[in-house]
């Protein structure tokens, strides 16, 4: 099966509640989470250490399946598929840029958008233009792309991770405390980067943060408490 003729409508978690085995109990991470958001909306969740953060992205993400409710990218109910129309899932409509930038040591920065193309499939030099254009629109360009990852400060490689994210033309786009490795003026042009971002290319956007000098970029802030969201 292929998703892509899926009209893009975003995001939405109903009734989503995701327990981990915790001795002879379960511990509740998220409990009974509603969440709705659309294309070009940038929503930040924030709270404290363990309600539940990276649980929700995990869940998001589609890396885990919640005990009970359901997830929808685009309309596409997530539970219904099996593994592998999950992965195809991802790929084509999910973006995800983790707490750390996890880039490949090896690789240019240019070189880290075009790794996944041969699964892609996009003649090579298309690919390669795209790559540049996106690196250059998060604000990297000429040779600072042909850089690798441990020639960059890392407000740069998270704005390589955010244009390689973006690579596949998600409408969902996850991130995770995305300036937790950077000071506050690099942390808030990354979160004006990812506002930016989400315009242009029409993506929900989910920052979860837990720094709330940030959140006046963002469309609406949920706060997270013991695995429950709610409006702030
Ligand atoms: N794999 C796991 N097995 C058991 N419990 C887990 C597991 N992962 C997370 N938890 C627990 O679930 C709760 C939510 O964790 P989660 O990582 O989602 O919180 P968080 O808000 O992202 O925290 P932080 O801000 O510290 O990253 C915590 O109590 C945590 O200890």
Redesign the pocket.
């Known amino acids: 099966m292929t998703t892509t003729t899926a009209v893009r409508t975003g995001l939405a978690l109903s009734g989503v509640t995701l327990t981990?085995?915790?001795g002879e109990s379960r511990?509740t991470?998220l409990d009974d989470v509603e969440l709705s958001v659309a294309p070009g909306e940038f929503v930040a969740v924030v709270?404290?250490?363990?309600?539940?953060?990276?649980?929700?992205l995990a869940v998001a993400a589609t890396l885990l399946r919640p005990d009970r409710g359901r997830v929808l990218i685009d309309g596409v109910d997530a539970g219904a598929l099996g593994e592998q129309q999950r992965t195809s899932l991802r790929r084509e409509r999910l973006g995800i840029v983790f707490q750390q930038s996890n880039l490949l040591a090896s690789l240019t920065a240019v070189e880290q958008l075009l790794v996944l193309e041969s699964v892609r499939g996009r003649r090579p030099a298309a690919a390669r233009r795209r790559a540049e254009e996106l690196l250059e629109s998060v604000g990297l360009a000429g040779p600072k792309q042909l850089r690798r990852p441990h020639q960059l400060s890392g407000g740069e490689r998270q704005r390589v991770n955010i244009a390689r994210a973006l690579f596949g033309s998600p409408s969902v786009l996850l991130v995770d405390?995305p300036t937790s490795a950077l000071d506050h003026e690099r942390g808030a042009q990354v979160v004006e980067l990812l506002a930016g971002v989400t315009r242009t290319h029409g993506t929900a956007t989910v920052m979860?943060t837990?720094d709330r000098e940030l959140l006046g970029r963002t469309d609406r802030v949920l706060e997270?408490h013991d695995?429950r969201l709610t409006a702030r």
């Open positions: 981990y085995p915790d511990l991470a709270g404290p250490s363990g309600c539940g953060k990276s649980s929700l405390e979860v837990h997270m695995g």
